[in-house]
């Protein structure tokens, strides 16, 4: 199984590199909110060169954004889904949206309306679009910029879109902090799942005895693979074993132990133990 890492859009050139040098098999272009002035036909061919010469492919466009309020965000979207054969990609990574302040039901009418314009340019294009699945600090009753993190929103989402264009970016420290088995969760959800995203948590018990797990409580840290809660020799079989043909792209710079100045260590570090657990895996 491939093994990838994320390059942010307003560090590309220097994170494709770091990513080169470290050994990675695949990169995902990674942008927050907006693609700001990036021509993806430029970029496409500017990265080229590093890329053939290496061997690094990219695994897919993450552009995270609320296309449920925001035109120049669908905009931008369909740019990504129209471009993303440039890259030699047919993978979109997004948020599902949400009316800010509103719960994930009231969302759904605009969700189901955007989504179903969004994945027929999918189809057009043999693009798949998979939904991140961070809560974003929303709840089921006051969202903030995607609906689409836990189960029930999945249920109903995929239910107002029906298509095999549209499914998830997973991984599994937003389920973690959600106090889902991710284990478990992937053996059912493993046909909608397109990406999935390297990074783990590790939940703090203790404060939870102590205080509980309202959001604002700091009862869960984000971290690197191998640092957190999460089994990844049975991810990777599950995978496998599932058919799964796409790899894990490690999203960095969540890690309080790895960043800054360490933060090209951890990805190392990282990536060697998922390589392991690859070659662990049944």
């Known amino acids: ?15 494709l590199e770091n990513a080169i040098k470290l050994g990675f098999d695949t990169v995902e272009l990674y942008f927050n909110d907006t693609l700001g002035n990036v021509n993806l036909g430029e970029l496409s061919e500017k990265m080229r060169d590093m890329t053939e010469a290496s061997g690094v492919t990219v695994s897919g466009i993450g ?5 449920l309020i925001n035109e120049k965000a669908r905009e931008e979207l369909r740019y ?22 509103k719960s994930v039901e009231d969302s759904m009418p605009e969700f189901k309306k955007v989504f179903s314009e969004l994945v027929k340019i999918a189809e057009d294009s043999n693009v798949r679009i998979g939904i991140e699945n961070a809560h974003m600090y929303g709840h089921w009753y006051s969202t903030t ?22 499914g998830l970016e ?38 939870i005895r102590e205080y509980g797990i309202w959001f604002g409580e700091s009862y869960c840290a984000h971290c690197f693979p ?29 890690d ?27």
């Open 80 to 101: 990504c889904i129209e471009n993303a054969r440039l890259f030699g990609t047919n993978f979109i990574g997004t948020f599902a949206g949400a009316v800010s302040g």
């Open 256 to 282: 309080s132990a790895y960043c800054g100045d360490r933060e090209q260590e951890g990805q190392r570090l990282a990536l060697e133990y998922l390589r392991g657990c690859a070659g662990e895996a049944i």
């Open 170 to 207: 997973w991984e599994p420290s937003h389920q973690i902090q959600q106090l889902i088995p991710p284990i478990e969760q992937l053996k059912i959800w493993l046909p909608k799942i397109y990406h999935v995203h390297g990074k783990d948590a590790k939940i703090d018990k203790k404060h």
């Open 63 to 67: 552009l995270y954004c609320n296309p």
């Open 226 to 254: 191998g640092r957190g809660d999460t089994d990844w020799r049975e991810i990777i079989d599950i995978l496998r074993k599932g058919k799964y043909q796409g790899d894990i792209t490690i999203e960095g710079y969540h």
């Open 145 to 166: 910029c995607n609906i689409g993190f836990c189960p029930r929103a999945w249920e109903m989402m995929f239910n107002e879109v029906n298509s095999d264009r549209l």
């Open 1 to 15: 199984m491939k093994i990838g890492t994320c390059i942010r859009g307003n560090h590309i050139f220097e994170d």
